[in-house]
C-alpha cells in the first residue's frame, strides 16, 4: 500500500470513498449514537406507558395505537440524520471536480492491486483560527475527507494516510494541523486521540438550509448531544 497524490484517473473512486463515507457510514453512526443515548431510550419506552395510562391500550387496537408516538419519534430522528448530512454533502460541490479544487493536496491511498482504499486532503487556507481560546498560528493547515473504503477498515491505511500528511507538513515548515469531527464519530475519535491531537468541543453551525430549517437542526443536534469535535496538533 502507498499514499500517493490524487491523479486525474482517481475521480471516480476517490468521490464514492468520500460520498460512501458521508452518506452511509456517518448515517450509521449518528444513529447507533442517538438510539443508545440514555434519554432517547427512557422517551421511547416511555410514550407508549403515557398512551396506555390515558386508556388507550385497553384493546389490541389501542395497544398499536400505544406504540405510534414511539414509532413516529424514531421515523423523525433517522429522517433529521438524512437531513443533516444531505445538506453537509450538497454543499461540498468542491468534490465533484477534486482536480480543479484540492490537485495535489487530496491524497489517496492504493493498494497493491492499484485500487483507491482510502482518501484524505488538507488545505493551506483554515476556516480555524482558534483553538481553546488560543489564536493559531498561521503556519497550520487544516486537513479533511479522510475516510476508508470499509474492506481496507483495520489495516493501518487512516494511520499511513495521516502519518504522510504529517510528514509533507513538517516538510513544508508547518507547525499545526487542525480539523474537525462530530462526537458520533466515535472511532475516529478515538484513533486521532491516539495519534496525539488535542480536542475542545463546539456546537453545530447553523445549516444552510433556510430559517425554519436550521431551528429544527439546531433544535435536533442539541435534543441528540452531538457537538463538533475541533482537533490540533503541533507537528
Not at 42 to 50: E, K, T, Y
Not at 179 to 200: H, L, M, N, S, W
Request: charged share 25%; aromatic share 14%.
Amino acid at each position: 500500500m502507498k499514499v500517493r497524490e490524487f491523479q486525474k484517473k482517481d475521480p471516480d473512486q476517490a468521490y464514492a470513498i468520500w460520498k460512501h463515507g458521508m452518506s452511509v457510514d456517518l448515517t450509521e453512526q449518528r444513529i447507533d449514537w442517538i438510539f443508545n443515548l440514555f434519554h432517547v431510550r427512557l422517551i421511547l419506552l416511555a410514550l407508549p406507558l403515557v398512551v396506555l395510562y390515558c386508556g388507550y391500550g385497553t384493546t389490541p387496537v389501542g395497544f398499536l395505537y400505544a406504540i405510534v408516538p414511539s414509532g413516529l419519534l424514531i421515523a423523525f430522528l433517522r429522517y433529521m440524520v438524512h437531513y443533516t448530512l444531505n445538506g453537509y454533502v450538497a454543499t461540498r460541490t468542491d468534490m465533484l471536480n477534486i482536480q480543479k479544487h484540492h490537485g495535489k493536496r487530496f491524497l489517496v491511498a492504493e493498494n497493491e492491486d492499484g485500487e483507491i482504499i482510502g482518501t484524505v486532503a488538507y488545505s493551506e487556507k483554515t476556516k480555524i483560527s482558534t483553538f481553546k481560546g488560543e489564536r493559531i498560528g498561521k503556519k497550520t493547515w487544516e486537513m479533511f475527507s479522510m475516510s476508508v473504503k470499509k474492506e481496507a477498515r483495520r489495516l493501518g491505511v487512516a494511520n499511513k494516510m495521516l502519518a504522510e500528511l504529517e510528514k509533507r507538513a513538517r516538510g513544508a515548515k508547518i507547525q499545526n494541523i487542525v480539523f474537525t469531527a462530530t462526537t458520533p464519530q466515535v472511532p475516529a475519535v478515538i484513533f486521532y486521540r491516539k495519534c496525539g491531537y488535542d480536542f475542545e468541543f463546539e456546537d453545530f453551525p447553523a445549516l444552510d438550509r433556510g430559517f425554519i430549517g436550521a431551528i429544527i437542526a439546531d433544535c435536533f443536534f442539541k435534543f441528540c448531544k452531538m457537538n463538533i469535535i475541533k482537533f490540533h496538533k503541533e507537528i
